[in-house]
């Protein structure tokens, strides 16, 4: 089992930035695919972003590229994403996932999720 915890949101302006973290626990997620995915309230969960299990392919929501950064560090155990010139659409409740290999943007690949951490962008 792994559990995941995300950390790192809160209220921000919009044009501000934010770090989210992801920190597991349980097992090594060393060979996981990690994701980040997003649902904003009356809307269904959305992908964000995906890293391979040794940081050598990455993945974005079309929309996303260039503002946000997804990485990882195997030795800690955790994933993060950078979020940089935040919008108001990038209020969410943003989840952290873990996946076999080539889970990619495909939420029902993931095994394991977390419970969400909040990201409000005022306008």
């Known amino acids: 089992q792994v559990q995941l915890l995300e950390s790192g949101g809160g209220l921000v302006q919009a044009g501000g930035s934010l770090r989210l973290s992801c920190a597991a626990s349980g097992r090594t997620i060393s060979m996981f695919t990690m994701g980040w995915f997003r649902q904003a309230p009356g809307k269904e969960r959305e992908f964000v972003a995906a890293v391979s299990w040794n940081s050598a392919r990455s993945y974005y929501a079309d929309s996303l590229k260039g503002r946000f950064t997804i990485s990882r560090d195997n030795a800690k155990n955790t994933v993060y994403l950078q979020m940089n010139s935040l919008k108001p659409e990038d209020t969410a409740l943003y989840y952290c996932?873990?996946?076999?290999?080539?889970?990619?943007?495909?939420?029902?690949?993931?095994?394991?999720w977390g419970q969400g951490t909040q990201v409000t962008v005022s306008s």
């Open positions: 996932a873990a996946g076999p290999y080539g889970s990619g943007s495909y939420g029902h690949s993931y095994n394991y």
